[in-house]
C-alpha cells in the first residue's frame, strides 16, 4: 500500500523556475519609477507571499500605502501578465516524476501563493500534459499559505486525510503549511531557499532531484 494517495505542490521554486521573469518585471517596474533595481538573488526572498508583498519588498519603505506603491503593483499586474514565459521553465526531472506520479495513480494538485489567474495559466500553458485535481493560486476569500486552509480544502475535495497527503515546497512558507495541515513537508532543495530554512520550518525530508520523491511515496 502506497504511503500517500495525494501531493500538493507548491508552483513557483517547486514545479516552474519563474525566478527570472518575476525579478525581470518588477526590476522594470522599479526601474520606469526611477527607484533601484535588485540584483536577482533577492527575489530569492522576495517571491513566495504573493504579488502585493513582492512588490512591497522590493519598494523603499517610504512609498508603503501610497498611490506609488498602488501604481507598482498594478504595473508589475499588467507587466508580469505579458512577460511571464519568457525564461519561465520546468526544473530539470519534473516532468519524469509528473508522469510516474500518474502511473502510480497518485493524485497530483497544486497550491500555491500567485495570484489564481496568473497559476491557473501557468498550469494550463507549462503543465496541461498533467492532470490536477487542483489548482489554487491566492484567492480573495481563503488565506494565503502559511494559513492551512487551502490545503485542508484540497484535501477535503479529494476525500484524502491530511495524514495521507504528501506536501512538496521549497520555501518556510510551505513547510508552515503542511505542517499546520497535518501533510508530510517534504523541501526541494533545486528551489528558492536554502535547507536551514526548510529544516528550521518543519521540513521531514529534503530531496535534490524531483525523482526523489518517488521513493517517499
Known amino acids: ?27 522594470r517596474v522599479l526601474a520606469n519609477q526611477g ?58 526531472g519534473i516532468s519524469e516524476m509528473l508522469d510516474s506520479l500518474t502511473a502510480m495513480g497518485i ?7 500567485k495570484s489564481h489567474g496568473f497559476t491557473v495559466n501557468c498550469v494550463q500553458d507549462m503543465l496541461s500534459k498533467w492532470q490536477f485535481k487542483a489548482v489554487f493560486g491566492l484567492r480573495d476569500d481563503v488565506p494565503r499559505k502559511p494559513d492551512p486552509e487551502g490545503a485542508l480544502e484540497i484535501s477535503r475535495m479529494l476525500g484524502v486525510n491530511p495524514d495521507r497527503m504528501l506536501y512538496l515546497g521549497d520555501t518556510a512558507i510551505d513547510m508552515k503549511t503542511a505542517v499546520s495541515a497535518g501533510m508530510f513537508p517534504v523541501g526541494a532543495l533545486w528551489g528558492f531557499r536554502a535547507r536551514e530554512e526548510l529544516l528550521e520550518n518543519g521540513a521531514r525530508a529534503l530531496i535534490q532531484h524531483p525523482g526523489e520523491l518517488l521513493s517517499l511515496m
Request: aromatic letters at 12%; proline letters at 3%; one cysteine or more.
Open 35 to 92: 527607484f533601484p533595481v535588485h540584483p536577482m538573488d533577492a527575489y530569492k526572498y522576495f517571491v513566495g507571499d504573493g504579488s502585493a508583498i513582492l512588490i512591497e519588498r522590493a519598494l523603499p519603505e517610504s512609498v508603503m500605502g501610497s498611490d506609488v506603491y498602488r501604481d507598482c503593483l498594478s504595473a508589475f499586474m499588467a507587466d508580469y501578465d505579458q512577460s511571464w514565459k519568457v525564461k519561465t521553465r520546468l526544473y530539470d
Open 107 to 113: 493524485n497530483m494538485t497544486i497550491l500555491s501563493n
Open 1 to 27: 500500500m502506497k504511503k500517500f494517495s495525494a501531493v500538493v505542490f507548491d508552483l513557483d521554486g517547486t514545479l516552474l523556475n519563474t525566478l527570472e521573469d518575476l525579478g525581470d518585471a518588477v526590476n
